[in-house]
């Protein structure tokens, strides 16, 4: 049985920084692509960052409005991803989940999530 479990999140002041983390079992992170997603309250669940299978050199790839500021990192030997989160905004307040499968970024293409962590910024 496949399991993905956040931790990480919380409130955090604008400027901040937070570190997601993201713990599989049953499954190992390095033979599958991680994506991390936010679903903010009535918005679409939305594209944060992913990380590449091993094999394909663990590229990592991100959403336009993160880049420069979020890092997805993999610690095979824990079987975790992490996602760095710094000089945070209050538009990143959203529960952030991670997602491992075949996919890149639409949410129909990852088979397993997790049941996601809150990252509050406040201004």
């Known amino acids: 049985q496949v399991q993905l479990v956040e931790s990480g999140g919380g409130l955090v002041q604008a400027g901040g920084s937070l570190r997601l983390s993201c713990v599989a079992s049953?499954?190992?992170?390095?033979?599958?692509?991680v994506g991390w997603f936010r679903q903010a309250p009535g918005k679409e669940r939305e594209f944060v960052a992913r990380?590449?299978?091993?094999?394909?050199?663990?590229?990592?790839y991100y959403a336009d409005f993160v880049k420069g500021r979020f890092t997805i990192s993999r610690d095979n030997a824990k079987n975790t991803v992490y996602l760095q989160m710094n000089s945070l905004k209050p538009e990143d307040t959203a529960i952030y989940y991670c997602?491992?499968?075949?996919?890149?970024?639409?949410?129909?293409?990852?088979?397993?999530w997790g049941q996601g962590t809150q990252v509050t910024v406040s201004s």
């Open positions: 990380i590449s299978t091993s094999w394909t050199g663990g590229r990592t």
């Open positions: 997602a491992a499968g075949a996919g890149r970024e639409s949410v129909y293409e990852y088979n397993y």
């Open positions: 049953g499954l190992t992170f390095s033979s599958n692509n």
